[in-house]
Structure formats: C-alpha cells, structure tokens
C-alpha cells in the first residue's frame, strides 16, 4: 500500500473540526458570510459602548447554526483563536464548552445546560496559572450535592483539590448517568436563579482580573469574556417536550431569559431546522443577532454552472489536508471535479468522499474512477426506506420550484433540511449569480438545492417526473 | 471544471472486499466503518473473507450475543488490554431487535453520547457488521455517531437474498434432513435459527410472511427430528395460527398432522389423535380422500392406535392407507414402505410373526431401491425386523442387524436421538434375554440418559427404560451372590 496513500486518508479524517494548520476561510463561497469577524466586530462594539454609556453589561447573546458537518465547529475554533490573538483593538477570553460532554442529547432540563456553563466556566478560568480568582463559588452548590448525589462517589473535593467550581469529571459523568442526574435535578431545582447570580459573579471576578493582566506583566489585557457553547444544537429531547424541532423551540423559546441572562458575551450553536422554521422571527427578536453558515457554494443555483470561488475554496481545504503532496500528484483534475460537484459543498461529505476513494486506489494520483466508485457506494447505501415517503416529494417540488415558495409543511421543509437533504446557500456578493438588485438583501437571501447525491436516487426523479408532468384529468364520455 | 457526473454503477463486492480490507489498513486511529448486510451467515463469512485479506493484523472479533445497553463499555471490557489493529463487531442489532423502537433504544441512544469517547479507548478501525433496519436506527437514533464514519461497505442487502437463503434451507424434504448427520443437523439449526430471527428483525414491509412461515416450520421440523419436542411444539402452534388466518388449508393440515406428530411422541394421545383427525377431515374436504396427504394422516392416526393397544382399528386403517397409496403414489415409494412397516408392527405385536417378516422384508427391499442402506429409515427396517428374530429366538441373526441398524444411525442421526435410543433398547433386551446383564445394562442405561433429555424424567418411556435398569441391577446381583462362593 502506497504510504502517501495512507497520509491522505489519515488528513482527510472529517471527524474532527479543522485545526489551525488545515483551516481555510471559504467566507467568500459561503456568500461573504464573514461570520467570524462579525462577531468579533458586534462584541468589540458592544464592549465599547459599554463603557461609555453606561455601567450595565451590554452583553451579547447569539446564535449560531449551519449544516450538521458544513464547518459550523470550525468555525467556532477559528472565532476562538481570533478572539483570544492580540490585536491592536482588544483580545478577547474565549471559553468554550462542548455541550456533548455535558448533556444526554435525549434528556436536557434547563438546569444540565447551566451546570455545564458554570463547571466549565470554573474549571478553566481556575487552570489559567495568571487569574488569582478568590472565593469558594458554587460551594452552597457541591455541597448540597455532595450529601446527596456524590455522597458515595470517589470525587473531586471542592475546597481541597480545587478552590471553587465543580468537580468536573463527575459532572460529566451526569450525561451517561440518568438517576444521578435526576438527583441532581432535584436537588438543584429552586435554584436556577441562584445559579445564574453565582456565575454572574465569578464572570465579574474573572472579568476584573483579564482586564488587568498587563499589570502583572502580561503583555495585552482581555478585554472580557466570550463564552461559546458548541454542539448544543445536537440537543434531541428538552424537558418533556416531543423529540427534535419542539425540543429546540422549547429551548430556545421557552427559556430564552435563563439562555440570555448569563451576563457575558455568548454564543449558542442552534439546529438548521429551528433558524428556517416559523419560529424564526419570533427568535429573532429574543437574541441579539443570529448567523447562519450556508454551504460552500460550488455551482450557482441551477446546479450545473461551477461557481469558480467555490470550487477554489473546496480545492484549497483539500490542498491543506494533501501537507507536502502535490494536489495533481495525489488527485487528477477529473477526480477533484467529481469530489467537489458532489459534495454540494459539504464539507464533511467531501472529506468522506475523498477518503473512501483512498481505499479504492491502488497507487496515486487517484482517479475520477476511483471517486466515482466512492461515491457510488455512498449512493448504494441510501436506503430510500430511512425516510418518510413525502421526503422525495418535497425535495421536487423545492427543485421544480422557481421561487422556492413551495406548498408543503414547512416541518417537512426542515425536516429535509436538518437530514441534509437539502443544502442551504447564500451568493453574497457573487456577480454571476443574476442577482438582479445586487442589493443586502438579495444577496443574503438564502436559495436550497437538493443534496446532488440525493437527485441521483430514483425515488427523487420519479418524483420530480410526476409533478412535472401532471397526469391528465380523465374526461368522461357519454 | 469539467462538470463530470457520477456514472450510477453497481456495487462489485469484491472491490467492496477489497476497499474495505483497505480502510481497515490505511487507517493510524480510530475510525468507524459500517458492513450493511442483512444475513448473520453472511456477515460471517465477510469476516473470515476480511480476516484473511488481512492477515498480518491483529483483528479482534466480538460477537454481542446478548442485549447490551453501552457499546463503549463493552468493548472496553471485551478488549481488556488487548491492543488489536483493528474490531469487528457484529450482532449489534441483538441489542435493539425490534426494528420499529430500534432507532429510540437505549443502545441506539448511547452510541450517540459517547461518539466522542471511542477514540479514547480504540486506536484502531472499528467495523459494525449490521442489517439495514440496524444501520437506520443509528441513522435516525444516533446521528452524530453515524456521521463520524469513514464508510459503509454495501453486501447484497436485498431481503430477496435472505429469502433465498430461505428457500434453500426449507427445500430439503424431511427425510433428507432426518438422513443428516448428527452435526451437520446442529449447524443446520443454528442456520436457521439465525436466519430466522434475522428475517423477523427485517422491517414488516419487506418481510414475506409466507416464506418466514416456512422457515418456521422448517425449523420446527429439525427440532422435531432432533427430539426438541418442546421447541417444536411452540413453532408449529404459530405456523396452524397463521395457516388459520391465512385460509390455506392444505398447508394447514400439514401443520397440524405434524403437531399432532409432536404430541404423539411426547404420548399425549388424546391430542394427537384430535389433530390427526382434523388434519384428515380437512384434506378430504378439500382434494377428496384419493390423496396422499390423506393416506399420511390417516397412517398417522393409526400409530395413535397402535400406542392405545387400539389393533383393529388401526388395522383397518393401514389397509385403507396402503390401497390409496398404490393408486397415488405407487409401491416403490420409502411412504409405502413405511406404511408396511406400520401394519407389519401390529402384526409382530400381535405375534403375527410370519405376516410381519414378509412385510418388513417387502419394505426394505422398497428402501433399498429408493433410499439406499445409509438411511436412518432403512435402520429402522432392520430393527423391527430384529424384534421379529428376538422373539422367535433366532438371537444371532436378531444381534447382527441391531447392530447394523445402530451403526447406520450413529452416522446418520447421531447416538442422542430418540430413535437411536429406541434400537439400542431393543438391543438391550435381546442381551437381557440372553442373560448377558452386564452388556445389557450399559446399553439401557445410555437409553436412559437420552430419553431424561428427550422425553424428560416422568415420561413412560423413561420410567420403562429406568425399570430396566433396576431389572439388569438385580439380575447382576444375583449373579454375583452366586459367583462369590466360587470365588472363596
């Protein structure tokens, strides 16, 4: 087996979000969609009127979505490394949360959300050797857990082995353990407002420590704190309410004051399907701003004609996994036409593709035959039974759909949308595009096209064949 | 850009072999790969495919046999320190078998929280042998786990293959799986049993209910043959519940002949002679009374009969049986010999023995022809026709064709085997009437282990058989307490 072989399908691994050393920006593709500057931008804005205004934190709530796999948490590390750079402005300190290791997806309450904000907020502001933060918080807390829930755990002592916060590792260990996570529930379930204040408190210790770092001899002082909790869009069940997309509005709607009361900076991944559902306004008015990751746009919206900037985009990310191979060395023309075209733009599915069509190959360069075996066998392995029978008919009505004004329940619209079904763009400022009034709004409109792996599956051509040709009404004769 | 499209082509399942043989190599950590293939004997035969095409590594096999709840945890305890190169894991779907809860089980649910946890304990490929309807529960359920995979590798995951499968383990007649080899039997039902439950886990739209019936009932036929009455009894009692919904009678009357054949071994009678005669009435009914199936539970009834001391009613029974099976089937037919065989049994016990030798010569000659020697049918010529000599004292000649007919069933049915067990009885008692005790009691006391796991410890069978053994004890004392005066 050709080892060069081996070193692109090890780099073309899409499970994990890009580091620093694979991450390109492909805000151009993605319809100038500059998501991690304008963060930053709100937030130092925010900030600075802040201080001018008034003594009240103006803090920012958003949120943040885009496809399952399309970058969204690569683009959050990015927004972390940018935030915590010094720059001329002002840095900021990032802390992120990974909502997975927190939480059962299928079992979430408002108060494992908090709980797994305030132990990680603790957990890492009291690592970081340069904060001398002071004062037991959360101890009420531990303690009352410590009675109950963690009576007979091995854990971390709060007050011995740590000043203040959580013991993290038991925290964790909640999302497998569901009587100990009831426990905890109960116990802690008059005091989510207490809660809340507690982490408000230590962000303002916290806060006044980073901003005066450079006094004791660091180079740039924070200039405050960005909490970003990823993957809390994987959420699948809230409370008691119905799986998926009513989980999310319970959530995000129900109990916005609790997600929004956090007096820091933060940024909330949501699903796809919630942002592009009814709801959407309604949300919008309860959050600060909220930013949608489209895909990379690899053709215009007739699905045929390339869009050059995308297709140089996607051949960049792979260019940065290839490391010291040459991209025509390791992929022909033809093979990397074949990967981008029907990738949609998904950046995950690209990865994937381009490594099943490692094991295909014998030697490199690897050959358009060897993607389309890949793909083919990605195809193969679409059971048209995983999905509810109206699926291929809402995907062709959006395809015939010139408007994309289409008559079906919009749940089922997002439905197909959250399965990646359909894949959302923006053009942004694309000249080619036929944007007709090259106006914001035109440009930041978003457009659907059907997942191009998904139009090769007969089910959806039947479909879109039956609407396109209506069968005729039968006169009666007499 | 040259806008290339895909070229839709089907899957090659040896370049599948092969790429998957490659993912498994190329990989330097953890990576999750899915085999979606419907038939467990299948996945089996991948892996072994798989393991030789990879042979230099390290490959661990798990088979979850039973209902788990954490597949980490699992693996975790299955691996211990072990450090292979890569996991195979299959009979995952024994952990949420119902395909339509599939996707909300536990099992499903978990995979999705601890995605992020195996790299931690694998550092090596892991591949999940899995049926469709298992593959889209972790779609559904476990969509982030399902979306960390680097390939899913496609082998014939049509149902039409399982039922293939299906029709090739359910055309074997009876008497073809009774000729089986003890082993090969096992195997044979183990098959089956797989399948089975394989094709009950497929989604209802794609299961043929027709066909998992047969298999049902093939699979009650082996457990049957194999003395597993209690099994059988179950499967059948489904298959005439399903025949009754379904209104074909013919496949009905089967079902319950083959029933009441279960319970007529377990000699519950009363059952068994209601079964036989509804089986009887609903063929005549049906194709009229010139029909073999018509003489075969007709037979059967009068084996009832036979079991009650009822002769003369099973008599005349035989002979209608035998008259319509020389205008059906004709005489040189292994049924016809069979039904011979029967009526010549009434007569040996009747003492007939001059009418009964002509007859069961007459029905091995007929097997001979058909069957051939090697066949566990053709042993049991030979044994009735033992008892025959037994009781005339021709003892030689009655030891010589026991032990022909034991040494055909050894290779055939295997020495656990009720019928096994009943031709070393009769073995058994020509030793005892010979006053060889010792000989005897070793053969009535291995009757009497098969028959404690056939027909269980209360059974008549087990109680004559136990008597025996008591009867060869005492004869052996006595013979000893005469020997010890020789002896000082």
């Given at each position: 087996m050709d080892s060069q072989i081996a070193k692109i399908y090890g780099a073309c691994n899409p499970d994990n979000p890009a580091s620093k050393e694979f991450y390109y920006d492909c805000s151009a593709a993605?319809?100038?969609?500059?998501?991690?500057?304008?963060?930053?931008?709100?937030?130092?804005?925010?900030?600075?009127?802040?201080?001018?205004?008034?003594?009240?934190?103006?803090?920012?709530?958003?949120?943040?979505?885009?496809?399952?796999?399309?970058?969204?948490?690569?683009?959050?590390?990015?927004?972390?490394?940018?935030?915590?750079?010094?720059?001329?402005?002002?840095?900021?300190?990032?802390?992120?949360?990974?909502?997975?290791?927190?939480?059962?997806?299928?079992?979430?309450?408002?108060?494992?959300?908090?709980?797994?904000?305030?132990?990680?907020?603790?957990?890492?502001?009291?690592?970081?050797?340069?904060?001398?933060?002071?004062?037991?918080?959360?101890?009420?807390?531990?303690?009352?857990?410590?009675?109950?829930?963690?009576?007979?755990?091995?854990?971390?002592?709060?007050?011995?082995?740590?000043?203040?916060?959580?013991?993290?590792?038991?925290?964790?260990?909640?999302?497998?353990?569901?009587?100990?996570?009831?426990?905890?529930?109960?116990?802690?379930?008059?005091?989510?407002?207490?809660?809340?204040?507690?982490?408000?408190?230590?962000?303002?210790?916290?806060?006044?420590?980073?901003?005066?770092?450079?006094?004791?001899?660091?180079?740039?002082?924070?200039?405050?704190?960005?909490?970003?909790?990823?993957?809390?869009?994987?959420?699948?069940?809230?409370?008691?309410?119905?799986?998926?997309?009513?989980?999310?509005?319970?959530?995000?709607?129900?109990?916005?004051?609790?997600?929004?009361?956090?007096?820091?900076?933060?940024?909330?991944?949501?699903?796809?399907?919630?942002?592009?559902?009814?709801?959407?306004?309604?949300?919008?008015?309860?959050?600060?701003?909220?930013?949608?990751?489209?895909?990379?746009?690899?053709?215009?919206?007739?699905?045929?004609?390339?869009?050059?900037?995308?297709?140089?985009?996607?051949?960049?990310?792979?260019?940065?996994?290839?490391?010291?191979?040459?991209?025509?060395?390791?992929?022909?023309?033809?093979?990397?036409?074949?990967?981008?075209?029907?990738?949609?733009?998904?950046?995950?599915?690209?990865?994937?593709?381009?490594?099943?069509?490692?094991?295909?190959?014998?030697?490199?360069?690897?050959?358009?035959?060897?993607?389309?075996?890949?793909?083919?066998?990605?195809?193969?392995?679409?059971?048209?039974?995983?999905?509810?029978?109206?699926?291929?008919?809402?995907?062709?009505?959006?395809?015939?759909?010139?408007?994309?004004?289409?008559?079906?329940?919009?749940?089922?619209?997002?439905?197909?949308?959250?399965?990646?079904?359909?894949?959302?763009?923006?053009?942004?400022?694309?000249?080619?595009?036929?944007?007709?009034?090259?106006?914001?709004?035109?440009?930041?409109?978003?457009?659907?096209?059907?997942?191009?792996?998904?139009?090769?599956?007969?089910?959806?051509?039947?479909?879109?064949?039956?609407?396109?040709?209506?069968?005729?009404?039968?006169?009666?004769?007499? | 850009m040259n806008n290339l499209d895909l070229e839709l082509q089907e899957l090659d399942e040896k370049r599948q072999m092969r790429n998957l043989a490659n993912a498994v190599k190329l990989a330097d950590s953890f990576s999750l790969l899915f085999v979606r293939c419907n038939q467990r004997p299948r996945q089996k035969e991948i892996i072994k495919e798989l393991k030789g095409q990879l042979a230099e590594y390290k490959i661990k096999v798990i088979f979850l046999e039973n209902q788990i709840e954490h597949l980490l945890d699992e693996l975790e305890k299955e691996l211990g320190d072990e450090k292979p190169d890569s996991v195979f894991v299959y009979g995952l779907e024994n952990s949420f078998p119902k395909a339509d809860t599939a996707a909300e089980s536990k099992f499903v649910v978990t995979l999705n929280h601890s995605r992020n946890s195996f790299k931690k304990v694998l550092n090596c490929p892991l591949v999940l042998f899995l049926p469709e309807y298992a593959l889209s529960a972790i779609y559904h359920g476990a969509t982030d786990f399902y979306s960390i995979r680097s390939g899913v590798y496609l082998f014939s995951a049509k149902a039409e293959e399982t039922e293939q499968l299906i029709s090739q383990h359910t055309s074997q007649a009876y008497r073809e799986l009774e000729g089986l080899l003890f082993e090969e039997r096992q195997n044979r039902i183990k098959t089956i049993e797989e399948l089975f439950a394989e094709y009950q886990s497929l989604p209802v739209s794609q299961r043929n209910l027709d066909k998992e019936n047969r298999l049902r009932e093939k699979l009650a036929e082996l457990y049957y043959i194999s003395?597993?009455?209690?099994?059988?009894?179950?499967?059948?009692?489904?298959?005439?519940?399903?025949?009754?919904?379904?209104?074909?009678?013919?496949?009905?009357?089967?079902?319950?002949?083959?029933?009441?054949?279960?319970?007529?071994?377990?000699?519950?009678?009363?059952?068994?002679?209601?079964?036989?005669?509804?089986?009887?009435?609903?063929?005549?009914?049906?194709?009229?009374?010139?029909?073999?199936?018509?003489?075969?539970h007709l037979n059967n009834l009068a084996l009832v009969f036979v079991n009650q001391r009822r002769y003369d009613e099973a008599i005349d029974l035989l002979k209608e049986v035998l008259e319509i099976d020389r205008e059906t089937i004709g005489k040189k037919h292994p049924t016809y010999a069979a039904h011979i065989n029967n009526l010549a049994s009434i007569y040996t016990d009747q003492g007939k023995y001059d009418e009964a030798i002509d007859l069961f010569k007459e029905a091995l000659e007929i097997n001979r022809e058909t069957i051939g020697e090697n066949h566990p049918v053709y042993a049991g010529g030979l044994s009735n026709l033992a008892l025959i000599y037994t009781n005339q004292g021709r003892y030689n000649e009655a030891a010589n064709l026991f032990k022909e007919a034991l040494k055909i069933d050894r290779e055939t049915i295997g020495r656990k085997h009720p019928n096994y067990a009943i031709h070393l009885s009769n073995l058994s008692k020509l030793y005892y009437k010979q006053k060889k005790y010792q000989e005897a009691l070793s053969l009535v006391e291995e009757v009497h282990q098969i028959r404690l796991k056939t027909l269980g410890v209360n059974h008549p069978d087990t109680r004559d058989i136990k008597m025996g053994i008591d009867m060869c004890r005492m004869k052996l004392k006595e013979k000893a307490s005469i020997l010890v005066p020789y002896k000082n």
């Amino acid at each position: 087996m050709d080892s060069q072989i081996a070193k692109i399908y090890g780099a073309c691994n899409p499970d994990n979000p890009a580091s620093k050393e694979f991450y390109y920006d492909c805000s151009a593709a993605r319809g100038k969609n500059v998501f991690v500057e304008q963060i930053k931008d709100h937030i130092v804005l925010a900030n600075a009127s802040m201080h001018e205004f008034s003594d009240a934190g103006d803090y920012k709530c958003f949120l943040f979505t885009g496809h399952s796999g399309c970058g969204k948490s690569s683009e959050l590390k990015r927004l972390v490394r940018e935030l915590d750079s010094y720059s001329e402005e002002s840095r900021f300190y990032p802390i992120f949360i990974d909502a997975n290791e927190y939480l059962d997806k299928f079992d979430v309450t408002i108060t494992d959300i908090l709980l797994a904000i305030a132990t990680e907020t603790a957990d890492i502001l009291q690592k970081d050797e340069s904060l001398k933060i002071k004062g037991g918080y959360f101890k009420k807390f531990t303690e009352k857990l410590g009675e109950t829930v963690f009576a007979d755990w091995e854990i971390e002592k709060i007050g011995v082995d740590l000043p203040y916060g959580f013991p993290k590792l038991d925290i964790k260990r909640l999302a497998k353990d569901d009587s100990a996570r009831k426990l905890v529930r109960q116990a802690l379930k008059d005091d989510t407002y207490l809660l809340l204040r507690e982490i408000n408190s230590l962000l303002v210790n916290a806060r006044n420590e980073i901003q005066n770092l450079a006094a004791h001899g660091a180079s740039q002082n924070y200039k405050d704190v960005v909490i970003i909790l990823d993957n809390l869009e994987k959420i699948e069940r809230f409370g008691d309410a119905e799986m998926g997309l009513e989980s999310a509005r319970k959530l995000f709607l129900n109990f916005s004051t609790q997600l929004t009361a956090i007096e820091s900076h933060i940024i909330y991944t949501v699903p796809i399907d919630l942002m592009r559902s009814n709801d959407a306004s309604v949300i919008g008015k309860l959050y600060d701003k909220s930013f949608v990751l489209p895909m990379v746009k690899v053709f215009q919206r007739d699905g045929e004609t390339p869009f050059e900037i995308g297709v140089e985009a996607m051949t960049e990310i792979l260019k940065l996994r290839l490391g010291g191979i040459e991209r025509k060395a390791a992929f022909t023309d033809e093979a990397l036409d074949l990967l981008i075209k029907y990738s949609g733009g998904h950046i995950r599915t690209f990865l994937l593709f381009a490594r099943e069509a490692c094991t295909d190959a014998d030697a490199l360069p690897i050959t358009a035959e060897n993607v389309n075996y890949a793909i083919n066998s990605e195809y193969q392995n679409i059971s048209p039974n995983f999905f509810p029978t109206y699926t291929w008919e809402v995907l062709a009505k959006l395809d015939l759909s010139s408007n994309q004004n289409i008559d079906v329940e919009p749940a089922q619209c997002v439905e197909v949308l959250e399965k990646l079904l359909l894949f959302e763009y923006i053009n942004g400022d694309d000249e080619t595009a036929g944007n007709q009034k090259p106006n914001d709004r035109n440009r930041q409109t978003p457009w659907y096209a059907v997942n191009p792996i998904y139009r090769e599956l007969d089910q959806f051509k039947a479909a879109k064949e039956k609407l396109s040709n209506p069968p005729q009404e039968n006169t009666e004769v007499e | 850009m040259n806008n290339l499209d895909l070229e839709l082509q089907e899957l090659d399942e040896k370049r599948q072999m092969r790429n998957l043989a490659n993912a498994v190599k190329l990989a330097d950590s953890f990576s999750l790969l899915f085999v979606r293939c419907n038939q467990r004997p299948r996945q089996k035969e991948i892996i072994k495919e798989l393991k030789g095409q990879l042979a230099e590594y390290k490959i661990k096999v798990i088979f979850l046999e039973n209902q788990i709840e954490h597949l980490l945890d699992e693996l975790e305890k299955e691996l211990g320190d072990e450090k292979p190169d890569s996991v195979f894991v299959y009979g995952l779907e024994n952990s949420f078998p119902k395909a339509d809860t599939a996707a909300e089980s536990k099992f499903v649910v978990t995979l999705n929280h601890s995605r992020n946890s195996f790299k931690k304990v694998l550092n090596c490929p892991l591949v999940l042998f899995l049926p469709e309807y298992a593959l889209s529960a972790i779609y559904h359920g476990a969509t982030d786990f399902y979306s960390i995979r680097s390939g899913v590798y496609l082998f014939s995951a049509k149902a039409e293959e399982t039922e293939q499968l299906i029709s090739q383990h359910t055309s074997q007649a009876y008497r073809e799986l009774e000729g089986l080899l003890f082993e090969e039997r096992q195997n044979r039902i183990k098959t089956i049993e797989e399948l089975f439950a394989e094709y009950q886990s497929l989604p209802v739209s794609q299961r043929n209910l027709d066909k998992e019936n047969r298999l049902r009932e093939k699979l009650a036929e082996l457990y049957y043959i194999s003395g597993e009455y209690g099994k059988a009894q179950n499967l059948y009692q489904e298959a005439i519940e399903y025949y009754r919904n379904s209104k074909d009678l013919i496949l009905l009357s089967s079902a319950l002949n083959n029933l009441a054949l279960v319970y007529k071994n377990q000699g519950e009678n009363g059952e068994a002679i209601n079964l036989f005669r509804e089986a009887s009435e609903l063929v005549k009914e049906t194709v009229g009374r010139k029909h073999p199936d018509y003489a075969i539970h007709l037979n059967n009834l009068a084996l009832v009969f036979v079991n009650q001391r009822r002769y003369d009613e099973a008599i005349d029974l035989l002979k209608e049986v035998l008259e319509i099976d020389r205008e059906t089937i004709g005489k040189k037919h292994p049924t016809y010999a069979a039904h011979i065989n029967n009526l010549a049994s009434i007569y040996t016990d009747q003492g007939k023995y001059d009418e009964a030798i002509d007859l069961f010569k007459e029905a091995l000659e007929i097997n001979r022809e058909t069957i051939g020697e090697n066949h566990p049918v053709y042993a049991g010529g030979l044994s009735n026709l033992a008892l025959i000599y037994t009781n005339q004292g021709r003892y030689n000649e009655a030891a010589n064709l026991f032990k022909e007919a034991l040494k055909i069933d050894r290779e055939t049915i295997g020495r656990k085997h009720p019928n096994y067990a009943i031709h070393l009885s009769n073995l058994s008692k020509l030793y005892y009437k010979q006053k060889k005790y010792q000989e005897a009691l070793s053969l009535v006391e291995e009757v009497h282990q098969i028959r404690l796991k056939t027909l269980g410890v209360n059974h008549p069978d087990t109680r004559d058989i136990k008597m025996g053994i008591d009867m060869c004890r005492m004869k052996l004392k006595e013979k000893a307490s005469i020997l010890v005066p020789y002896k000082n």
